[in-house]
């Protein structure tokens, strides 16, 4: 008898330990709606990129800056505007912990959307790099001027012009 409640209160307790666990957005993907109706669908996934299926509930995400409350249903969402052209789109959730931010760049074709990531740290060397070739084609000329200003010079001071 003892053994028969022992293991009843251990099942009774993993049953509520389980669900009383929170539900939280650990990280997220957006994908294209499977319905192709212009809609945007976020996908929450563990840190191996699969999708967790058993997130579901309402949960506050930020849209471009906008507040909206996404309805969860296994691990999915989908956004209730749909989207009338290419756009970039900033994706921000904040849980108890930490505040996830992922940009976005929806390209619309057609009658399908594209979302490409972009990272954070193109956005500091792809200007970076503009700079370097600018500052190296500034250089550039102006060894070239110089040159050019050496070439003239010696030129006419050693009488070797074509004119005559």
Request: proline share 2%; net charge positive; glycine share 4%.
């Amino acid at each position: 008898m003892k053994k028969i409640i022992l293991t009843i209160l251990v099942l009774f307790t993993t049953i509520f330990s389980i669900q009383a666990q929170a539900q939280r957005i650990d990280n997220f993907m957006v994908k294209e709606n499977l319905t192709q109706n212009g809609k945007l669908a976020i996908i929450v996934i563990d840190s191996t990129e699969r999708p967790v299926e058993s997130i579901s509930g309402t949960f506050v995400f930020s849209l471009n800056g906008f507040q909206q409350d996404l309805v969860f249903h296994d691990g999915i969402a989908v956004v209730k505007h749909p989207l009338e052209s290419s756009t970039f789109v900033f994706f921000k959730h904040k849980n108890g912990q930490k505040s996830i931010g992922k940009l976005y760049y929806v390209h619309k074709a057609d009658k399908e959307l594209k979302p490409f990531k972009i990272y954070g740290l193109l956005l500091l060397i792809i200007p970076a790099a503009i700079l370097l070739v600018a500052y190296l084609f500034k250089r550039f000329l102006a060894a070239f001027a110089i040159l050019a200003l050496i070439y003239v010079y010696f030129h006419y001071a050693k009488g070797l012009d074509l004119s005559k």
